[in-house]
Structure formats: C-alpha cells, structure tokens
Nanobody
Framework: QVQLTQSGGGMVHPGESLTLSCEAS?????????MAWFRQAPGKGRKFVAA????????YYADSMKGRVIISRDNVKNELTLQMNSLTPEDTAVYFC?????????????????????????WGQGTQVTVSS
C-alpha cells in the first residue's frame, strides 16, 4: 500500500516562507513516480501547484505560483518538498502531495497533463497552511 505522509504546514505572516514535505513509503521505487502538489482553499476545488518528474530535473508550475514556489525531490530519502516564498493570505489552503504512476515528459519540460488532478493515483492526507497577519 502506497502511503504519502505530509508535514510542515502551519501559520505564517504575509511575506514569509514555508516548506512542506511529503514522505513516501510502501512502494517499490519512489523514483518512478511523478510527484506533485495541489491545494484546496476553503470552499473551492483542488488546484494544481507544481509537479516534478521522476529524475527531479523537470518541473511544471501553475502560472499563479511561478517564481514563488520551488518543488524538489530526494529519491534517496523518498521525499518531496515544496518551498513557498512571499506568501499571501490567498495562499491559505490545505496542501496535498500526490503521486502518479506515469511520466509527463514533453520536450524539455512536462506536459500540462502533469497539472491534471485525475492523473494522480495516490494522495497525502493534506496539511493546512494559513497566511494571516
């Protein structure tokens, strides 16, 4: 059974930074999964934030997140991270990590399919991020 265990959420002030982590367990090889982060604000649907390919050398970001977040992975530690900077109250949401049993490599980057929720097979439990003054 694949499990994704998240940590690192909390409350921060506007302009501050926060790093989320997601540890994978229960599968044969973490490095063969595309990993991503999604978020769900109160009363809204789950939206894509960022994705990273198996090797960790290709990333794909939602337009609204470009320049403020960095997704990365450590295939030795089976860990996915999301570094978020310059946070605003609009970033308040429950953040979910996700794993897909396929790759989305396209050209030098990732296909927009990497941002589609239904492409992902496994999900973390979610972690609350609150940005408030």
């Amino acid at each position: 059974q694949v499990q994704l265990t998240q940590s690192g959420g909390g409350m921060v002030h506007p302009g501050e930074s926060l790093t989320l982590s997601c540890e994978a367990s229960g599968w044969g090889s973490f490095s063969t999964y595309t990993m991503a982060w999604f978020r769900q604000a109160p009363g809204k649907g789950r939206k894509f934030v960022a994705a990273v390919n198996w090797e960790g050398d290709r990333t794909y970001y939602a337009d609204s997140m470009k320049g403020r977040v960095i997704i990365s992975r450590d295939n030795v530690k089976n860990e996915l991270t999301l570094q978020m900077n310059s946070l605003t109250p609009e970033d308040t949401a429950v953040y979910f990590c996700a794993a897909a049993r396929r790759e989305f490599n396209s050209g030098n980057g990732l296909s927009p399919l990497a941002g589609v929720r239904s492409e992902y097979d496994f999900w973390g439990q979610g972690t609350q991020v609150t940005v408030s003054s």
